[in-house]
């Protein structure tokens, strides 16, 4: 799963440097005139494309299996990679652009899937080891784009094209299924099966509703006397259908609960924290240039220090603070001091440059929290469309906050309005992390309570344990 979000990371920014580099090339209409609009363009449509996958991919994972529409949009990826490179106009290009952010929110279900197959108290760990992942790819693909467009405008599509159509076959060959068909309550999925033949092969017995013990394994099917075998048949089917039953009775309930104020405020205090904590991030990665250009009349080469300086605090917070720091604190906890560095911005217009990182450590602290948080509070059934309203929140801040950033910059001429806004954001997010620590032990035990298990097993194995 690692390997797989960093594939789909580095191909999806080579290409985008890529593009980038090849509309810039091709949209220069003097020799002192630089025309920004089709930049603009080109971005905004991959941008919304990308918030509308980012919302339905996540939910139809419930629906339709994580591993399916992980490799139906690898697929769509690939075949917009494509047509981009063969594109022969810019509205061509623009069009298969849109089409490639429509194929390209796969991170709730990455998420979603790390989540049903990954314990409790290991989360946090590859949760930030894919933050970390994302932040080296888009470390290393920039670099790699640019390389690649020396040799042809189209070749970073060409290669993007290849790695995403590799990963796709690699992903259907590979990748097991961790859920069950939702569109069929009654299919196991490719787990679960393993484990049922598992049991079988053992000799082992399982429980039926009733308390009763039903023997799996063929040679107590084949002790079972000639007489009593269509009985124990019809036995082992009318347990099958109640379980189902009693299944689909647990999911009501959860479904219920999860409209509750108690499961709603922790829900939404989520997408608060989230959208706020990258609504700052996407301002301060806008401005820091110019404030380093304009405002401290810095040169090129220290304002490209300190722009990479943020994607070290980003490597070095995953690896160094957040996973120490997780198993001190509560995950909750952690996810609310990204809110309070953030509120530290505001030190900015005041100390000039010196306290920046901080935006990038809070950065990490939540965004790698968030994930753990949407696991606890999220039944296995419903953990798609949790991390996709999470996720694509943060996809719409990423638009919005730029534009505002930029746009109060210029309303103040000190230059300071923008870090009271983000303070602000960082304090409100702060709250919302305190909101959730104070009830997330309370939606846990009542979601453990419905489903009428302690244990960390998923569903899908406990389920498909049916004779």
Not at 175 to 184: G, H, K
Not at 207 to 225: E, F, I, K, L, N
Not at 250 to 279: N, P
Not at 405 to 434: E, F
Request: glycine share 8%; hydrophobic share 45%.
């Amino acid at each position: 799963m690692l390997a797989l979000s960093m594939d789909v990371e580095l191909s999806r920014q080579a290409a985008d440097c890529g593009v980038r580099v090849r509309v810039a090339a091709t949209s220069h209409p003097g020799p002192q005139l630089i025309d920004n609009t089709p930049l603009i363009i080109n971005c905004s449509q991959y941008g919304s494309g990308l918030f509308i996958s980012s919302l339905i991919l996540g939910s139809m994972s419930d629906t339709y299996g994580r591993a399916r529409v992980i490799l139906w949009a690898l697929s769509g990826t690939a075949a917009a990679y494509f047509g981009q490179a063969v594109a022969w106009s810019f509205p061509v290009l623009v069009s298969f652009r849109f089409i490639g952010g429509l194929f390209s929110g796969t991170r709730p279900v990455l998420l979603a899937y790390l989540a049903d197959t990954v314990t409790p108290t290991a989360m946090p760990f590859y949760s930030s080891l894919i933050g970390l992942c994302v932040a080296a790819s888009q470390c290393l693909a920039s670099g790699a784009g640019g390389a690649l467009a020396t040799i042809s405008l189209q070749t970073p599509l060409w290669v993007s094209c290849t790695v995403t159509a590799l990963t796709a076959i690699l992903v259907g060959l590979w990748l097991q299924e961790p859920i069950p068909d939702a569109s069929s309550s009654s299919s196991p999925s490719v787990v679960g099966l393993r484990q049922l033949n598992r049991t079988y092969e053992s000799g082992e017995t399982l429980d039926d509703d009733d308390g009763c013990r039903v023997p799996t394994s063929a040679a107590a099917a084949a002790a079972t006397p000639p007489q009593t075998a269509g009985l124990q048949g019809d036995r082992n089917i009318t347990v099958g259908v109640g379980r189902r039953r009693r299944r689909t009775g647990h999911r009501k309930t959860i479904d219920d609960y999860m409209k509750s104020y108690e499961w709603c405020s922790v829900f939404v205090c989520s997408i608060v924290l989230g959208a706020t904590i990258q609504f700052n991030f996407s301002s301060w990665i806008t401005l820091l240039p110019l404030l380093c250009g304009v405002t401290w009349n810095l040169t090129s080469d220290i304002t490209g220090y300190i722009l990479a300086s943020q994607g070290i605090v980003t490597i070095v917070s995953n690896l160094l603070v957040f996973i120490p720091i997780t198993r001190c604190l509560n995950i909750a906890t952690v996810a609310s001091l990204g809110g309070l560095c953030h509120s530290l911005i505001l030190g900015v217009a005041y100390l000039q440059h010196h306290i920046g990182p901080t935006i990038a450590l809070g950065n990490t602290l939540t965004l790698a929290a968030l994930p753990v948080v949407s696991k606890i509070i999220a039944p296995m059934h419903k953990r798609g469309f949790v991390n996709a309203v999470v996720m694509s929140t943060q996809n719409l801040s990423m638009v919005i906050g730029p534009l505002l950033g930029g746009y109060m910059l210029d309303m103040d001429p000190s230059h300071k309005l923008p870090y009271i806004v983000m303070c602000g954001n960082g304090l409100l997010g702060l709250l919302a992390g305190i909101f959730i620590r104070t009830n997330i032990d309370k939606v846990e035990a009542s979601l453990k309570r419905l489903d009428g298990s302690e244990s960390p097993t998923p569903r899908s194995l406990r389920a498909c344990a049916v004779p």
